[in-house]
């Protein structure tokens, strides 16, 4: 689904990523791990297209996408669901869902319904305004107005920073639900190490913007050395 091949990515003389290179399974959960400063957040500004790379380029399915306009990229098949939750606050719940799928000329009202059968929460809250939400709710929208695009990549960045271990638990039971129900396949960068290999089906570990390790979740949270150094638990 998505293959990233020597990205070298910089913000002026900083350098954030360096000669990163993997790739996605269609229809697989993939982790990128690492403590904070590690390059996940500036990985995923890239593969969006938020940020060009000063080198490489990135594969979505057949088509080179880096240095395309974020809007393109979108319309390929990928969506993000940046951290921090950002949705749009004075707007309702209903309203922040629609403008996920604003682009699609065929989107309607079954969309809608999905994402209320995916988020309960959401459904009885459908009219609040979006400040209104709890943390895990705004998440929830967060994650919907995303698929409201019905994208085939979807990259979460931190989708459990900041929410209880109940609805974090919950948002990553979500994901390994919509991979097994619809095939959707999944980045999921995470500063929970434990939880995001939970549910990975690969997992990717960086450190200083350079990819140390990557292998089967199993492999990875075996390995105590990596644990120590990387992951934290």
Known sequence: ??????????????R???????????????????????????????????????????????????????ERIVRLGMAQVPEGRGVIA?????????????????????????MYELFPPLAERRGKPANTLSGGERQMLAVGRALMARPRLLLLDEPSLGLAPRVAA?????????????????????QNAKSA????????VLNLGRIVAQDA?????????LRHAYLGF
């Open 16 to 70: 954030a990523l360096a000669g990163v290179s993997f790739e996605v399974d269609q229809g697989k959960i993939t982790a990128v791990l690492g403590a904070n400063g590690a390059g996940k957040t500036s990985l995923l500004r890239t593969l969006s297209g938020l940020v060009r790379p000063r080198s490489g380029r990135v594969v979505l399915e057949d088509q080179v996408i880096s240095g395309m306009p974020v």
């Open 197 to 204: 290999l939970s549910v990975a089906d690969h997992g990717i």
């Open 1 to 14: 689904m998505l293959r990233v091949e020597n990205i070298e990515t910089a913000y002026g003389p900083v």
């Open 90 to 114: 004075e707007l309702s719940v209903e309203e922040n869902l629609r403008l996920g799928g604003l682009w699609r000329k065929d989107g309607s009202r079954e969309d809608l319904d999905r």
């Open 217 to 225: 979740p199993d492999r990875l949270a075996a390995d105590e050395k």
């Open 170 to 190: 919950q948002i990553m039971a979500l994901l390994r639900r919509l991979r097994d129900e619809t095939g959707l396949t999944v980045l999921l960068v995470e």
